[in-house]
């Protein structure tokens, strides 16, 4: 049985504004950022102020904005899988006022022949994941609303790409075969960790994803190859892509 944990008859018992306050308005476009190299190279690059934080009892997340091409873009290091990335990015909007997200990440390659050499635009998901069932009903996939104007950004960049459907995994070590093989029969053609969540929160509180991954590995039956792993993770290109899509939005 699908799990349904969407309710949106009742209030929340916790509520944003207990933790932070009232909401701010700084800026309206803010990039999801996976890699600390990324990370860490926008700070070492640009001029950036410190505009927010995501609060934790392990730590707190420093939100920063810097200008890119006379546009004021926030961003923040986020963490891994779908329940830290969406509730994050809720936080980022309250602190901040973002209504627009940009996500750019890693992800495993089902179908090679599609995906290399281009980046992959999600036109949905599936969803493996457990946040994304708290703010939309249930259902096996979820549309990304934007994907058709975010690769409309992509023709006008001139950046190669290719759209299809993903699948959103709370748990990489638990890709099987068998799941690898089901989700490839449905034409997923890459896996990664949080898009369903993160699309599903943008959803229920009006904002807007615009979501693209690069492929650094292939997931296949016969095994798991890694070796491009760690510069699609880290490859500074697509930040730049990323700001230029801002820019644009």
């Known amino acids: 049985m699908i799990p349904d944990f969407f309710d949106d008859q009742t209030e929340p018992i916790v509520k944003i504004e207990e933790f932070y306050g009232e909401q701010k308005h700084i800026v309206d476009k803010c990039l999801i950022i996976f890699s600390k ?12 102020e410190e505009i927010g934080y995501i609060g934790a009892c392990n730590g707190a997340i420093t939100i920063y904005s810097l200008d ?66 708290y703010y939309a009903p249930a259902s096996d996939y979820l549309e990304i609303k934007n994907s058709d104007k975010l690769a409309g950004i992509f023709d006008e960049l001139k950046a190669p ?50 979501n693209f991954l690069e492929a650094g590995d292939v997931l296949a039956e016969s095994g798991y190859e890694v070796s491009e792993l760690t510069k ?9 892509l990323a700001l230029d899509i801002a820019t644009r939005l």
């Open 37 to 48: 190299k990324i990370h860490d190279f926008l700070l070492e690059e640009f001029e950036c």
């Open 68 to 133: 890119y091409k006379g546009e004021k873009i926030a961003f923040y290091l986020t963490g891994i899988g779908s329940a830290f990335a969406s509730g994050a990015c809720y936080e980022a909007h309250w602190q901040t006022g973002a209504t627009q997200f940009i996500m750019f990440g890693s992800c495993g390659s089902l179908d090679a022949d599609k995906t290399s050499g281009r980046f992959i635009i999600p036109t949905k998901t599936y969803r493996g994941d457990g946040a994304s069932y």
């Open 161 to 210: 790409y290719v759209q299809g459907n993903v699948w959103t995994t709370d748990s990489m070590l638990r890709e099987t075969k068998g799941l690898v093989a089901r989700r490839k029969e449905e034409g997923c053609i890459a896996v990664e960790m949080e898009l369903a969540g993160v699309q599903a929160l943008c959803d229920f509180y009006g904002l807007d994803l615009y």
């Open 232 to 240: 699609a993770n880290h490859d500074f290109g697509k930040l730049y």
